[in-house]
């Protein structure tokens, strides 16, 4: 379904009253923060994160960095050793992103953390963003509001460039100040880990060897079990995941709606997990866009570990 072209305004309160709205009826908006521009949507509606996706026309799903108004709201998501704290005391509001231990059933949808158990968190200065989460009352999931493999967006000109009708509307705030993204660190029990670097320098962290490449650290989910792809029905001791007229034991979406099913994917991939049969098999999921997207999942997931390519960034 094609959008209207997408809307730009200048950032006040209106704009930010109309990107609230839309935001809570489950559409990605672009905003800027102080390091780039991020299309931003409910990160506790895991359908309005798959429309993230959408947009970006990303190849694969990576976990994204989750927004919060402070400290506070960060803690009730992630679980912060005292390392993790006083580094967020000294840089926040501010480009610095802290990987961290999700805490146990939040309102965090999986598809943001691509079913990984750690969360990425960030206080971000820049009003526009923090008008956002005021007005919305929600955690913002927000990558870099450009298309997939496109450089990121440090002007509403660029996102505009680059998602033109793929999105209902920019907040243009001018020119960011840091025109680079965060700097990524991960405090996940053991030394703090430099994942990215960016505008913050963090002496504690170690950086092994060269960074690691962002996305590709031990960062993919994988069920336990052996996959099958393409399955049109179960063989003995398969849990089916079912899609469109595949029934399956669950279904990614029976209607075959491919936001409803990227939605659902790390949730009923950690279901079949649990399940008590000792196989996953998957239906087949044709079509380009979201559908290559979790068909590159399903891939990794049925992948010995060791045969894997880094991961992309987007
Ligand atoms: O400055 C920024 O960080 C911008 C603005 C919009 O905040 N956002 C941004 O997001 O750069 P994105 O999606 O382009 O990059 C997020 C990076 C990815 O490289 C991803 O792999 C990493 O964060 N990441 C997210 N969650 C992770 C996790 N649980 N473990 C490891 N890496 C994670
Ligand atoms: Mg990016």
Known sequence: MALPDTRVLPFDEAAVAEAARLVLAGHPVAVPTETVYGLAADATNAEAVARIYKAKGRPSFN???VHVPDLAAAERIGDFSDEA??????HWPGPLTLVVPLRENGP??????????TIALRVPAHPAMQALLAATGKPLAAPSANRSGRISPTRAAHVLASLNGRIPLIIDGGATDRGIEST??????????LLRRGPIEVDAAESPGAVEAPGMLASHYAPSKPLR??????????????????????????????????????????????????RIAVAPIPGDGLAAAIRDRLRRAAAPRSSLAPGSSS
């Not at 965090?108 to 158990?117: H, Y």
């Not at 990524?184 to 880990?193: E, N």
Request: aromatic share 4%; proline share 4%; hydrophobic share 50%.
């Open 63 to 65: 976990p994204l960095i």
């Open 85 to 90: 704290r006083t580094l967020a005391l000294e």
């Open 108 to 117: 965090i949808a999986s598809l943001v953390t691509a079913g990984l158990a």
């Open 184 to 193: 990524i660190v991960a405090a996940t029990g053991g030394p703090l880990r």
């Open 229 to 278: 792809l393409d399955a049109t029905e179960a063989r003995a001791d398969e849990y089916l995941v079912g899609f469109g007229k595949v029934a399956g034991d669950a279904t990614l979406s029976d209607g075959g709606d491919l936001v409803q099913a990227a939605a659902n994917l790390f949730d009923l991939l950690h279901q079949a997990d649990e399940a008590p049969q000792a």
